[in-house]
C-alpha cells in the first residue's frame, strides 16, 4: 500500500478531488496544512483522515518549519507527497529530501508565469489558452519535469477569477490522473522529463 501525504494551505478543492479518486494500491495517509484555520484540514479530518495543523508563523525561520514540515510528513512514511495548493517556498533541503517523489499542480502552462497572480498575468499577456500543470518538485520553484498539462480557453470577458474557475476545474481532474500515474508506476524521469509507460489517454476533457 503507498502512502500519500497532501499539503495543503486553504480550501483544499484539489486535496478533495484526489481524496474522492485515490487509486487502488494507496491511501491518503494525512493531510497537513501550514494554516491551522485551512478549510481543507476540517474537511479531511471529517472524513477520517490524519490531519496535521503546522503553523508556519510559529518557526523562526524558513529551514526551522521545513525541518518540522519534514519530520511530520516522514511521520507517515510517505511515497508520495502532494502539494495541493500549498503556497509556501520550499527549502533546496526539503525539495531534495522528496525528489522525484513529489508532485505539485500550478495554475498556469508552465514555463510560462511561474509564480503567484497567474490568470490576471495570462489575461493581461493576451493569452488564447491557459491551464495548469502538474510536475515533479525540484529546488527551483514552479520548475520540475512537467507531467500533464491540461488547457482552458481565455474569453475576451474573463477575469481573473473566471479564468480560475475554468482552470479549476481541469485541475480537479487533471491531478488525480497525475497521482494514479504515480502510484502505478507509470512516470519515468529522464533527463529532467517526464516518460509516461503504459498511460491510457489523458481524460476525455484535457
Ligand atoms: C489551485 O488553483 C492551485 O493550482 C493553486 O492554488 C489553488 C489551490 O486551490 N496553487 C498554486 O498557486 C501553487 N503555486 P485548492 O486549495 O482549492 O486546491
Known amino acids: 500500500m503507498k502512502n500519500i501525504v497532501i499539503l495543503i494551505s486553504g480550501r483544499g478543492s484539489n486535496m478533495q478531488a484526489i481524496v474522492e479518486a485515490t487509486p487502488p494500491g494507496a491511501r491518503i495517509a494525512a493531510v497537513i496544512s501550514n494554516r491551522p484555520d485551512a478549510a481543507g484540514l476540517a474537511w479531511a479530518a471529517?472524513?477520517?483522515?490524519?490531519?496535521?495543523?503546522?503553523?508556519?508563523?510559529a518557526y523562526p525561520s524558513r529551514e526551522a518549519f521545513d525541518a518540522a514540515l519534514a519530520e511530520a510528513v516522514d511521520g507517515f512514511t510517505p511515497d508520495l507527497v502532494v502539494l495541493a495548493g500549498f503556497m509556501r517556498i520550499l527549502t533546496a533541503g526539503f525539495t531534495r529530501r522528496y525528489e522525484g517523489r513529489m508532485l505539485n499542480i500550478h495554475p498556469s502552462l508552465l514555463?510560462?508565469?511561474?509564480?503567484?497572480?497567474?490568470?490576471?498575468?495570462?489575461i493581461e499577456a493576451g493569452c488564447k489558452v491557459a491551464g495548469c500543470t502538474v510536475h515533479f518538485v525540484t529546488a527551483e520553484l514552479d520548475h520540475g519535469p512537467i507531467v500533464a498539462q491540461g488547457v482552458v480557453p481565455v474569453h475576451d470577458a474573463d477575469t481573473?477569477?473566471?479564468?480560475a474557475a475554468r482552470v479549476l476545474q481541469v485541475e480537479h481532474?487533471?491531478?488525480?490522473a497525475?497521482?494514479?500515474?504515480?502510484?502505478?508506476?507509470?512516470?519515468?524521469?529522464?533527463d529532467g522529463r517526464v516518460r509516461h509507460r503504459g498511460v491510457a489517454a489523458l481524460p476525455a476533457a484535457l
Open 111 to 122: 514555463p510560462a508565469f511561474t509564480g503567484l497572480h497567474t490568470h490576471a498575468r495570462a
Open 46 to 57: 471529517a472524513r477520517g483522515i490524519a490531519t496535521v495543523a503546522l503553523d508556519h508563523k
Open 173 to 176: 481532474q487533471l491531478y488525480p
Open 178 to 190: 497525475a497521482v494514479r500515474w504515480f502510484v502505478e508506476g507509470s512516470l519515468v524521469i529522464e
Open 160 to 163: 481573473p477569477d473566471t479564468l
